[in-house]
Structures are given as C-alpha cells and as structure tokens.
DNA sequence: TTTGCTGTATTAGTACAATAATACAATAAC
DNA sequence: GTTATTGTATTATTGTACTAATACAGCAAA
C-alpha cells in the first residue's frame, strides 16, 4: 500500500521521504533495527542501490546509523525525531502559504481555503 | 525579482508555471499581448527554445493563444482564469494536507499548524 | 575456516533537459 | 514588394541525473 513512486521526481528521494516518515510516524520504532538494504530495494521493488543512496540520506539526517556488518538503527533520540516531524510540518506550511502568495492570495485568503478545503473532502 | 530558477526542476516548467501566475495574477492581463519569445527568453537568461516550450504549455492550457507573425496574447475568458488560479490554491491545499497526514497529522492538527504558522510570519 | 549476511564502492548505460545554430512560415509596416 | 518581426520546427551537442550491474569489504555464526 506504500511505495507509490512518481516517474517525476527521483526515486532515491521518495524513497527517503517515505523512510523518514516512517521512522516519524513510529513505524520504525528509536532504537530499533531497520530491514536490511537489499530487503527494503525488494520491497520497494528498486534497485538496492538506489535504495541504499535513500538510507545514506537518513544516516546523513541523523535519523540512522549504520554499522558495517550489523545492519543499520534508527536513532534512539526521541527529541530528533518530535522536532524533525515538526519541522517538516511547518515546512509543508509554509509552502503552502508561499504557493498561494505567488497566487496573490493574501495569508488571510490563503486560512480561508485551508478551512474550506477541510470541510468537503470527499474521497 | 522573478525568474528565481532553481536547477533542481527542469527549467521550462517553472517558466511556465512562472508565466502561469503573471497572466492569473493579472500581470499580462486578459486580452492583452505578451512579449515575443525572444524578449521574455532574454529577460529570464534562458535560451529562446527553452521559453517557447514553457509558452507551448500554457496555450495547451488554454491561457493563450498565438498566431504566426502576430504574436501571443492572453486569453479573454476571466472564467477560465479565476477558475484556475482557484484550482491552482485549491491544490497547494490539498497537497498541504497529504503531506502533514504522511507525518501523522490529522486534519485538526494540520488546520492548528497552519494557525500557528500564520501568526509568526517572522521574515 | 567457511558460509552468509551486512553495508559500500565503482562502473557503465540510458535518458533527458538545456543550449545552440539554423532554417522556415506568416503577417505587419513601410 | 521589401523588410522586419513574429512564432515554429529541426538537428546536433553537451552535460548530467538516475538507475542498474557487479564487485568489494567486514563481521558473525555455523
């Protein structure tokens, strides 16, 4: 049900989107011990090195660590990853409120179309 | 102040997304001329192929038309305009929330980030 | 020691965006 | 009619990003 990878962007880079949040989300728990390399390119169905490049990405982050031969972790630093998931919200935010300012919707308008696209959302 | 390029997406979709919001945000008004492909190619550094490329885009989209030695002008229709430029913030909300709920946000908590987002716009 | 699992590095193939240089076509202005 | 300017099409070239195949390196357990 995950791994829906877009022909658009490069696929090393939804692979990390989609690993950091589910390390943010809990379903990779801190301090636990993350699938394999080959094992998450299999169930991606990429290749293990792209998937690898990804990884390397959260090691880069702080969100992992790998050692050589023992497979890689994901960090125990609880605060990490409350304020990397909050940050990352905040960013998503603020895009919008960019988006819609090129738009030339004022940050006002820009509150109204959140509030009236929470209503109806129908799918 | 515009043309703000980044290399990280190919060059001819933000010009066209760039040209997008100049003519729904009233820029290149309704029924008036834009400037020829060469001129809006040099004013944005790129190569005149480039530009016409992005400018293809938006007479697929509808937003202008061209004729051959007369040059390109901006749709008249204002319904298609404000209908789209709508469509266009409608989806920065949209795309808002499939973000947060990636991270574990419902659309409450979404809808608070965006409250406290907007108060402290602080640059 | 050997086997098998980790993560890592190197290399090459493929695709495509961007540029450039031209040539062409059609209309307007003179 | 000539000239200038418009949009369009074509072709080649360059650079680069992405992916894949393969080989390498290190540690653990049998």
Redesign the pocket.
């Known amino acids: 049900m995950d791994w829906q ?1 877009s022909e658009e ?7 990390y989107e989609e690993m950091c949040r589910r390390i943010l989300t809990g379903r990779y728990p801190p301090g636990s011990r ?8 299999a169930e991606a ?6 998937m ?2 990804a ?2 990405q959260l ?1 880069g982050a702080g969100l992992t660590e ?7 972790t994901v960090t125990a630093d609880e605060t990490l990853t409350r304020r990397l998931r909050q940050e990352l919200a905040g960013g998503a935010a603020r895009r919008f409120f960019c988006e819609t300012a090129a738009l030339g919707f004022s940050r006002a308008e820009a509150k109204e179309l959140i509030l009236r696209e929470e209503d109806g959302h129908h799918e």
């Open positions: 990878l962007r490069p696929i090393f880079q939804q692979l993350m699938p394999s390399v080959r094992e998450l390119a169905g990429v290749n293990p090195n792209t690898q490049r990884l390397q090691d790998s050692t050589r031969a023992d497979g890689r």
